[in-house]
């Protein structure tokens, strides 16, 4: 059993930066698109009967729900202290969330109430929506919102469909899509003939609420979220294999579970066919503070999720043979998605081949002592840019003003 005085430990030896193993999570209905630097011997890593890993998830503390063989850490990243054993995130914030997270944010959320990821697929998946809190807590869950950003050093290759379909086409109906889950074991049920596809650009992103479909495309996804993996998948048949009906009920009390108007009442109707989704929901890097100052001090920060109190993520770059102290608000996790140089007392690196099971140098955590102290971000490199993602928890102080009213 892990106790406090190990993770007050490990926390002092490593100056509040928490290095992390890798966390893969297989899915058994896509196709990975082979881009998270996993060697591909290793993409079946889980057996081929649990499906490909197409996603990578950052400082976890939440399980995987992957059906009755997900195994019991599957989704929960480890620290790795150096010396020692290693020892699970969410273990470590059980044991001294204070010591991690803050005081304050332990009496306000009782946890590390994120989910961060990258997701990683060949082509399209099932339209599909995220329950809210309302029928969420129905089946012992949360509801999920969710944010997208599409990092360019992750999609230099494109795959198959860089778009995604997002809400419904203005007019539609609930009868329109009643008759779609009706048609389910006839193949294509024809949803899609609904809905609006978007190109994904890298260096953008968007933010989806509960309730909204979407059917994400073949872009890698930096993905911040509340940790919780509800999902209702609409879509029965997608580039020729057929969506089993248990995906869209998975998440549905057995009484429902074949009761059309109530799965149709899980959308938000108004946000599925808002004829300005794209104004309402897409999102562009925006500066932490004014360029030229940024420029001189040898660096660029930018937020690239925000509008909502449930996460926010910044995207910050190191120019070469640079370094910047650098304070947030609250404790971060970090993925670095190029480049190599020092965090505070930790070297970081982007692989560019990773063993199942392996360690890497570019994923840590950060404490909120530590990033509220400043931390020294230096770029080792005379050529390349340091570029990390930062992911924050809910109620981040330093992304209020952009929370959307």
Known sequence: ???????????????????????????????????????????YAFGGHRGGINERWFSSTTKASNGAATLPDEGLSYINPGKG?????????????DVILGGKVMERE??????????DNMGPIPHHMHQTDEFAKLVGQKGKPEA????PQYNQIQNNFPHTYMGLEPGTTKDDIRRCLKRWNQGDNGILAYARAYRLIPGEGWQIDPGILHAPGSL????????????AMFQSEVEGRIVDWELLVK??????SKDIDYLISMLDWDANINPEFAKSNKTFPKAVRPEEEMKDQGYREVWVTYGT???????????????VTIKDGEAYGVIVTQGHGRLGGQTVSTPSMIRFGEMTEDEVFVTAATAQGGIVVENLSSTDPLVMLKHFGPGNPDAAPLVKK
């Open 85 to 97: 054993e290693k020892f699970l995130l969410k273990d470590a914030v059980e044991a001294a969330g």
């Open 251 to 256: 998440d549905v009390k057995p009484e429902f």
């Open 148 to 151: 997208y950003y599409f990092p």
């Open 309 to 323: 109190p449930f996460y926010s993520a910044k995207e910050l770059t190191v120019l070469p043979n640079r370094s």
């Open 220 to 231: 890698v996804t930096y993905e911040p979220q509340v940790n919780s993996d509800v999902f």
């Open 110 to 119: 009782g946890g590390w109430n994120l989910l961060c990821k990258f997701f």
């Open 1 to 43: 059993m892990l106790n406090r005085s190990r993770v007050e430990e490990v926390v002092n030896a490593t100056g509040g930066v928490l290095r992390l193993a890798p966390c893969w999570v297989p899915r058994s209905f896509m196709i990975p698109g082979r881009r998270l630097k996993l060697h591909p011997d290793d993409l």
